[in-house]
């Protein structure tokens, strides 16, 4: 048997799954436990036993997963169900359970991808403008973060520097110029990168760019 969880990396915890030990024997009581020998911190199961089951009647085991902590893939571990009370002669026969989880990662996108400013001399400077930081995959949570070290000084982050992103819910990052350092006409180009603010042996996250012009 298997039973198949998937889940988001940063999202909730997909809903539990149970399976049913069966004795299928009339008259016979099945004493029987969930093997946890070698079970993964992700996985939790509840209602393994020891316990004992009538012939022609099943008790119901529940299976729990959480992705915190780990990185986006597939994780997999085999349940055994044996017999309480001697587990180390008499196995309960075909009663494994196969349990995978698998951990989307989210998709990181800016857009637009590049932002033009037209300043004229002595005048005001232009208004700010905007992108989005977008995360396309369903049940995922996207943390981002933008380092304004490098900024050249006719750039300047408005809105906060780092965020959260969920499919359906972009963040909006805002943008204002200053072109009052300069006297005669110029372009100035700048590309900001926006990073996975995740420890990169946790979630890899394509990086996204937004190029910013002055004219």
């Known amino acids: 048997d298997a039973l198949l969880f998937n889940a988001g990396f940063g999202g909730a915890a997909p809903a539990t799954q149970t399976f049913d030990v069966q004795n ?5 009581a099945l004493n029987w436990e969930v093997d946890a020998t070698g079970k993964p911190s992700w996985l939790t199961v509840s209602g393994g036993g020891p316990a004992s089951t009538a012939g022609g009647s099943a008790g119901t085991v529940t299976l729990a997963v959480d992705q915190t902590g780990l990185a986006p893939g597939t994780y997999s571990h085999t349940l055994a169900v044996l017999d309480s ?9 075909s009663n494994q359970v196969t349990v995978t989880l698998t951990v989307a990662a989210p998709e990181m996108d800016a857009t637009p991808a590049t932002l033009d400013f037209v300043g ?3 005048h005001a400077a232009p208004a700010s403008q905007t992108f989005s930081v977008e995360n396309g995959v369903p049940g995922t949570a996207l943390d981002w973060e933008i380092d304004t070290a490098e900024f050249p000084t006719w750039l300047s ?15 909006t990052v805002e943008l204002s110029v200053d072109h009052g350092g300069y006297s005669e006409p110029t372009v100035q180009e700048y590309t900001i990168t926006v990073l996975d603010s995740n420890d990169p042996d946790v979630a890899t996250v394509t990086n996204a760019s937004v190029t910013v012009t002055l004219t």
């Open 24 to 28: 299928t024997a009339a008259g016979t």
């Open 85 to 93: 009370e001697d587990p180390d002669v008499a196995v309960i026969t």
């Open 120 to 122: 004229v001399i002595g």
């Open 157 to 171: 982050l408005v809105s906060a520097a780092s965020g959260t992103a969920t499919d359906g819910s972009p963040s």
